[in-house]
């Protein structure tokens, strides 16, 4: 499947064969962003409405929760039998708890669709990834990773400000009932596809423990995530119990060698966590840091956010045009860009900082995110067979979610510990560089991706 022809790039993902699969897989991509950006804008008149504010958090961490969970699972059963089965039931469930949550009439309801989203959500992803190691050859899986990329750039662009419309005209539960039609479209895109993948060569090993360590996964990271909404006293403390409960979940759901940067893969499962963690961290703090330092609206916090999305999906979109650059080497740009916007920002932190500077210096760090994440990405399904790809798509959607989790949460403690919310700067300070602290290592840690493809 592999070419090695020094030819200009031609992208083979429009040709008929395979113009189903793309459409569909972008779409389900761009709905799964839409969500993410639109319940969050809708979330306060959800909760208001449903009479839930002291459980405002937990439509949040209940999608989450079940997503880590889902993610684990579809892996497995992407291994055993392909990815049909998980790309027809994750847009399915996706689907049914949009309109559960869209007809809730109490909270318990809306937990309920959220769950459902979870596991729809969580499912396909991973399944998603095991279709584009099936259905397009290593040299067209840049182009496929950059339309990823791509696909969450309108819903970051014009998403929160539809939610807030659909919110204030229509009432919220359109936020959810509208996407609805959508996801059934992507299903039947890719219907046709699925009926004619080849027959699945299922994986013998049986990873035994998975089920429970998915569970102990979605545990941790929940709880990790809400201790870094409630940094301070018995929240804390649940936080250090999904650190607990993560540490033997790990050891099943991540390749071995993976906390220990192992060569090949573990170290391209690592990598994830290290760019994941530090860029989403460091962003979690830059509208704080512009509205209460400088004084900044929430509508012009939001900027720099806006133009990371577009350095983003920009660096993407070029790394899938030269696809003879070792991706080893694009990881490793994309974290330096990435060192360099975390360390231009933390300049901002003082009230004498160049805030008008944000914008440009994050969208620097989003283009480092556009070169590295999609080259993770095409490295970890290089390094993956048949019968394993599930398994290794599963090990990096964690691994994401662990590193922005733990991160996010850090930064929360030494805001609450040696700051406050009104007046952050002691503590996004060294918090920004630590984070460019571990954006540096990665693009040390970058020189022993070189033979990911290699090691299986």
């Excluded at 990329?149 to 662009?157: D, I, K, T």
């Amino acid at each position: 499947m592999t070419t090695t022809s020094e030819t200009p790039a031609k992208s083979n993902l429009w040709t008929p064969e395979r113009r189903g699969p793309t459409v569909g897989i972008i779409l389900l991509v761009t709905l799964l962003a839409f969500e993410n950006m639109g319940v969050s804008t809708a979330m306060p008149r959800m909760v208001a409405d449903l009479g839930g504010n002291d459980l405002y958090a937990w439509p949040f961490l209940a999608f989450l929760a079940a997503s880590v969970v889902a993610t684990v699972l579809s892996g497995r059963l992407s291994d055993l039998r392909g990815p049909r089965p998980s790309l027809l039931a994750g847009p399915a469930l996706f689907l049914v708890g949009l309109i559960v949550a869209g007809l809730a009439h109490d909270m318990p309801q809306l937990l309920l669709g959220r769950v459902l989203q979870g596991i729809g959500g969580g499912a396909q992803v991973v399944a998603v990834y095991v279709l584009i190691g099936l259905v397009y050859p290593e040299r067209d899986r840049p182009a496929v990773f950059g339309l990823l990329a791509s696909a969450w750039v309108v819903p970051s662009l014009v998403g929160p400000a539809l939610a807030g419309w659909l919110t204030e005209t229509v009432g919220w539960r359109w936020v959810f009932l509208g996407l609805a039609p959508f996801v059934l479209v992507g299903v039947l895109l890719l219907v046709p596809v699925l009926r004619n993948l080849p027959p699945h060569t299922p994986d013998r090993n049986t990873r035994r423990g998975l089920p429970l360590a998915a569970l102990g996964a979605g545990f941790g990271v929940a709880a990790l995530s809400w201790a870094a909404q409630h940094p301070s006293g018995v929240d804390l403390l649940i936080g250090l119990a999904g650190l607990v409960v993560l540490a033997p979940a790990l050891r099943v759901l991540l390749p071995k060698g993976t906390l220990t940067a192992r060569r090949g893969l573990p170290v391209t499962i690592l990598a994830r966590a290290l760019l994941a963690g530090s860029f989403f961290a460091a962003e979690a703090f830059i509208p704080l840091t512009l509205t209460a330092v400088h004084g900044y609206s929430a509508i012009a916090a939001g900027i720099p956010l806006t133009l990371s999305a577009l350095g983003w999906s920009s660096a993407a979109w070029w790394q899938s045009r030269k696809p003879d650059i070792p991706r080893e080497k694009l990881v490793r740009l994309g974290f330096v860009l990435n060192a360099v916007g975390i360390s231009g920002v933390t300049l901002i932190a003082p009230s004498w900082g160049p805030a008008w500077a944000t914008p440009v210096l994050w969208a620097v760090a989003g283009a480092g995110m556009g070169l590295a994440m999609s080259s993770l990405s095409v490295l970890t399904l290089g390094a993956s067979s048949e019968v394993d790809r599930g398994f290794n798509s599963s090990a990096l959607q964690i691994s994401d979610m662990l590193g922005s989790a733990l991160l996010v949460g850090l930064g929360g403690v030494l805001v609450t510990t040696f700051a406050s919310a009104a007046a952050p700067t002691a503590a996004v300070v060294p918090f920004d560089l630590l984070m460019a602290g571990v954006s540096v290592l990665g693009a040390v840690l970058a020189g022993r991706l070189g033979r990911a493809t290699l090691e299986r």
